[in-house]
């Protein structure tokens, strides 16, 4: 059994003496990621797109987080005892488990580490229990979008970047997509209240974790599904500027 399975990622850094903060690798994640698309728009083109930027953005936030969805599937079972682990954690140190993670250093050799970033949804747990229980639609839902959601990310943004395949077939996928996002993640927020897991935390974990941190998916899905939309009808990508 590896000892650092009942150790948080801060524990181990300090034994291996290097590491970065988790918030930290994700943030450069999403910042290089999201750079790429709109210096290579830039670089092409000679110009910027408000609508461009922010869907860049988005992308390049999903695809991390798709990522930390298939980890929830390979790594269930490690997620449902180090969501004890940090459940007792949080009584014995009065700290905020998100926090704690999202704070802690993860050691450079393990930056992408399946075992590292299950964590992140050992933590979710205690907002939200689901992402214990492989039974449960939130479980599945997440970790199906890990595997299947990449594809189409990848593709909407080259295409959107560099207007490589036709107008109408980028709008056709990208309706596909945001629509599947915006639904999915509307049932998501609604299951949450049904089962009353609401209840079993405070009203700023609701708005931040269950509103907040899901709002890109719906916000986000919607302008895709306008721009969708308008790539179908207009047959061009003037939408995004072009």
């Known amino acids: 059994m590896d000892g650092n399975r009942s150790r948080s990622p801060d524990e181990i850094a300090r034994d291996n003496g ?10 450069l994640a999403i910042a290089i990621l999201a750079l790429l698309g ?8 000679g110009d910027l797109d408000a ?12 695809l991390p987080i798709c990522y930390w969805e298939a980890c929830l599937f390979l790594r269930r079972d490690y997620i449902e005892r180090r969501t004890a682990y940090w459940r007792e954690r949080q009584q014995a140190t009065g700290r905020s488990p998100v ?7 993860v ?33 599945n839902a997440d970790a199906a979008n890990g595997f299947v959601t990449p594809w189409p990310t990848l593709i909407l943004y080259a295409a959107y970047t560099v207007d490589f395949m036709p107008a109408a077939v980028a709008g056709i996928l990208g309706v596909m997509v945001f629509w599947q996002w915006v639904y ?10 049904v089962a009353g897991r609401h209840r079993r935390v405070t009203r ?10 899901n709002s890109p ?19 061009d990508y003037s939408v995004l500027g072009y």
Do not use: K
């Open 38 to 45: 709109i210096g290579a728009r830039y670089y092409i083109h």
């Open 99 to 105: 926090a704690e993670f999202l704070f802690s250093r």
């Open 51 to 62: 609508i461009h930027c922010v869907l860049s953005l988005f992308f390049s936030i999903n």
């Open 217 to 235: 998916w719906v916000l986000c899905g919607l302008l895709g599904l306008y721009v969708s939309v308008r790539l179908v009808l207009d047959g």
């Open 204 to 213: 700023r974990e609701v708005y931040t974790y269950i509103g907040a941190v």
């Open 18 to 27: 290097s590491g970065l903060p988790a918030v930290l690798i994700a943030a």
């Open 184 to 193: 999915v993640t509307t049932v998501y927020q609604i299951s949450f209240f």
């Open 107 to 139: 050691p450079l050799r393990r930056m992408l580490s399946p075992t590292v970033w299950a964590d992140v949804w050992a933590v979710y747990s205690q907002i939200d229990g689901s992402y214990a229980d492989r039974r449960t639609f939130g479980f």
